[in-house]
């Protein structure tokens, strides 16, 4: 593995997440608090930390997290999609395993346009005979 800091961008619906990573001990830091503190929900401190788990690394490097924009769990999408392309950064080796697994895949699912003349995406008005 090479040393130094370094940076990968993850995205998933309108939350982009930068991410920077150096050796260290395993801290996250999101938006300058802790993992458990910014996101509350474990399936989302789960989704953070699947890269990690799965590449064994999660005790090396300490990781600089400023994310923006969606929801949470969004973000934590986010965040996911960009550790895991920290990692191939850093080691090539690893792409294989987080490719297969589906974290290196950018989830391009967007929300649809709300329409002219209707209430919503796909909502229409009541139609009525009379």
Do not use: C
Not at 3 to 14: C, D, I, P, V, Y
Not at 27 to 51: C, F, G, H, W
Not at 80 to 104: E, M, Q, W
């Amino acid at each position: 593995m090479a040393e130094g800091l370094f940076h990968a961008t993850g995205k998933r619906k309108s939350a982009v997440a930068r991410i920077w990573m150096k050796p260290g001990t395993g801290e996250i830091s999101i938006n300058k608090r802790s993992l458990t503190q910014y996101l509350n929900r474990e399936a989302d401190q789960n989704a953070v930390m699947e890269p990690l788990e799965l590449t064994h690394l999660g005790d090396k490097f300490d990781f600089y997290i400023n994310v923006r924009g969606g929801g949470i769990a969004g973000q934590a999408g986010a965040i996911r999609h960009g550790i895991s392309r920290v990692l191939v950064d850093t080691d090539p080796s690893l792409r294989d395993p987080l490719k297969k697994a589906g974290f290196l895949t950018r989830d391009s699912r967007m929300k649809e346009r709300k329409k002219y003349g209707q209430p919503g995406a796909r909502a229409r008005f009541q139609y009525s005979k009379r």
